[in-house]
C-alpha cells in the first residue's frame, strides 16, 4: 500500500513563512539545493515520532496549493493507472538528484498530488 510521505506548502515570500511555521509550530527549515533550484525542506518532529516532514515550494502552474506526495514502487506503472483511471499527470517524471523519480498528478476530481519513486541514483 501507498502512503503519503512528504508534504508541500506553497510559498511566495519564504522568511515569512519560516517565521511563521517555526514561531507557531517550532518546525524548522533546510536550504536544499541551489539557485535556481533551491528548495526549503521543513522538519517538523523528531525522527522516530508519528508525522510526516515536509517542504517549501514555490506555486506554479497546476501546483498552487499545499500538495501531499505518495511513495510509489514504480513511478511509470502509476502514471499509467492514473491515466487509465481518468486522472492527468500535471508534471511529468522527472529526477530529484539523489532521492527518486518525482510526478505529479490530477485526480478527476482536480485534486493534485505529487508522486515519488525512491532511487538515490536518480540523476537529471
Not at 85 to 109: R, T
Request: glycine share 14%.
Amino acid at each position: 500500500m501507498s502512503r503519503v510521505v512528504h508534504f508541500e506548502i506553497p510559498v511566495t515570500d519564504v522568511e515569512a513563512a519560516k517565521e511563521f511555521y517555526s514561531q507557531v509550530f517550532g518546525w524548522t527549515m533546510t536550504r536544499w539545493g541551489e539557485e535556481p533550484n533551491v528548495y526549503w525542506l521543513i522538519t517538523t518532529g523528531e525522527p522516530g515520532t508519528p508525522g510526516i516532514d515536509g517542504g517549501f515550494y514555490t506555486p506554479q502552474g497546476e501546483l498552487k496549493g499545499t500538495v501531499n506526495t505518495i511513495d510509489v514502487a514504480n513511478l511509470d506503472e502509476m502514471i499509467a493507472k492514473i491515466l487509465a483511471c481518468g486522472g492527468e499527470i500535471v508534471i511529468p517524471k522527472g529526477p530529484v538528484p539523489g532521492v527518486g523519480w518525482l510526478a505529479y498528478a490530477k485526480d478527476p476530481g482536480g485534486a493534485v498530488f505529487g508522486m515519488m519513486q525512491t532511487d538515490p541514483n536518480a540523476t537529471m
